[in-house]
């Protein structure tokens, strides 16, 4: 979706240096930047950080600006991108991310639900080219709630395997998800 006339003079009036069409900006977005941030992470402060970051970054980058996209999709990529830097950056996030995935995102908007899309096909992908042995241990216990000794009976394997299986599948999924955010941010541009 391309940007709209009206967006095109307000990135010119940015490009300016004109504060008031920073302001128009925060003003029409912060709200929901900052929902769409808080579906996924849970905390307050983080996300305020988040959405002050990307006004700041556009701000500072408003000279070099060259936005071929609607403004909003652009604000909403630039979020995505800090989010995911957040889940790269606290490893408590990163295995809530993971963990209970339907249950945490918030799809009341359809931002979040875009984002929830595109966290389950990165994570579909992941999963899919992991090793046989490595796949069906991650997906009996992630999709079938099974516990470690419960797949190893099931696949004659020690319940050690089962945990060297799910530790290389989170690690697979961790590492992908620094990757997926870059692409996701830059195919948005």
């Known amino acids: 979706m391309k940007a709209s006339?009206?967006?095109n003079e307000l990135i010119q009036d940015l490009k300016s240096g004109d504060k008031r069409a920073l302001t128009t900006l925060y003003n029409e977005y912060w709200k929901p930047l900052y929902l769409?941030?808080?579906n996924l992470l849970r905390d307050k402060e983080t996300c305020e950080e988040i959405i002050q970051d990307v006004f700041i970054d556009i701000w500072n980058r408003?000279?070099?600006l060259q936005i071929k996209i609607s403004l909003k999709s652009y604000l909403y990529s630039c979020v995505r991108y800090k989010v995911f830097s957040e889940f790269r950056k606290n490893k408590v996030?990163?295995?809530e991310l993971f963990e209970n995935l339907e249950e945490?995102?918030?799809r009341n908007t359809p931002e979040s639900e875009i984002l929830h899309k595109e966290l389950k096909k990165q994570i579909k992908l992941v999963v899919d080219n992991l090793p046989d042995k490595c796949r069906r241990?991650?997906?009996l216990s992630r999709n079938e709630q099974l516990t470690h000794k419960e797949i190893s009976e099931q696949l004659n394997i020690s319940t050690k395997t089962v945990?060297?299986?799910?530790t290389n599948a989170l690690n697979a999924l961790r590492a992908s998800l620094g990757i997926c955010s870059t692409l996701l941010f830059f195919s948005t541009l």
């Open 5 to 7: 006339k009206l967006e």
């Open 62 to 64: 408003r000279a070099d």
């Open 104 to 106: 945490r995102i918030n």
């Open 36 to 38: 769409s941030s808080y």
């Open 93 to 95: 996030l990163r295995i």
């Open 163 to 166: 945990e060297n299986h799910i």
């Open 137 to 139: 241990v991650y997906k």
